[in-house]
């Protein structure tokens, strides 16, 4: 079983309208939560950072929540245009062992978003 | 355009064959991660390196295997090839291994095995 959850898999809105992908993760001890957007074929683009103490964190239309308590997180992308079209992923990074921070990633599977015109 | 390079863009090859990706970090940056993508699936970490060497593996198969040189350009080896093994391979960069460095991806390479 996965341990960084992603719902839906698929969403399909219209240009405009407003939507709420959600993240659940069970990794712990937890870091920090990323998420990417990935346009089909290319790289993915971290859109936000949060560690376990924000709440909160915007950029430009794209608000990331964060519950630590929960487990839970929600990228929420406000006036959606044809650009949003990609897949979103949740990445939870572990604790690290030594000083440096081994970087043990835990990805999400994604959530395609499709914006309809 | 991120600064991370990688190629080849696309690779075709046989099963049974060997194939090496090259990835180039953004300037400055000192940690390499490789990560594998198969269709409809999400990323695979498949191991890390920072300034020239191993900082972390994730499910990297004997088959496969990466170094990160002094110049710290990463290039990772995948030999016995089989036809589960095309994907997208994705190198990013970092300027340290830290928990919360950025991690910036590049362009990926499209490996095709036949």
């Known amino acids: 079983k996965n341990q960084v959850e992603q719902s839906p898999q698929s969403l399909i809105i219209l240009e405009g309208k407003n939507c709420t992908l959600q993240c659940n993760y069970t990794v712990s001890p937890f870091s920090n939560l990323r998420w990417y957007k990935q346009d089909t074929g290319r790289g993915p683009v971290s859109l936000t950072i949060?560690?376990?103490?924000?709440n909160t964190k915007s950029n430009g239309r794209y608000t990331a929540t964060l519950d630590a308590d929960t487990k839970q997180s929600s990228l929420h992308i406000t006036a959606s245009q044809l650009s949003d079209s990609a897949s979103y992923i949740c990445?939870?990074?572990?604790?690290?062992?030594?000083?440096?921070?081994?970087?043990?990633?835990?990805f999400g599977t994604g959530t395609r978003l499709t914006i309809i015109p | 355009d991120s600064g991370v390079t990688q190629t080849p863009k696309h690779l075709i090859t046989a099963t049974g064959q060997r194939v090496t990706l090259r990835c180039s970090p953004r300037s400055g940056d000192l940690s390499v991660y490789w990560y594998q993508q198969s269709l409809d699936q999400g990323l695979q970490f498949l191991i890390q390196?920072?300034?020239?060497?191993?900082?972390a593996k994730g499910n990297i198969l004997e088959r496969f295997s990466a170094q990160q040189f002094p110049d710290l350009h990463s290039e990772l080896n995948l030999s016995s090839l089989e036809l589960g093994d095309s994907a997208l391979y994705f190198c990013?960069?970092?300027?340290?291994?830290?928990?919360?460095?950025?991690?910036?991806f590049g362009p990926g390479t499209r490996l095709t095995v036949l």
């Open positions: 390196y920072y300034n020239g060497e191993e900082r």
């Open positions: 990445v939870v990074r572990l604790v690290g062992i030594s000083n440096f921070g081994n970087e043990k990633l835990t």
């Open positions: 990013a960069s970092s300027v340290r291994d830290r928990s919360y460095n950025e991690q910036f």
């Open positions: 949060m560690t376990f103490s924000e």
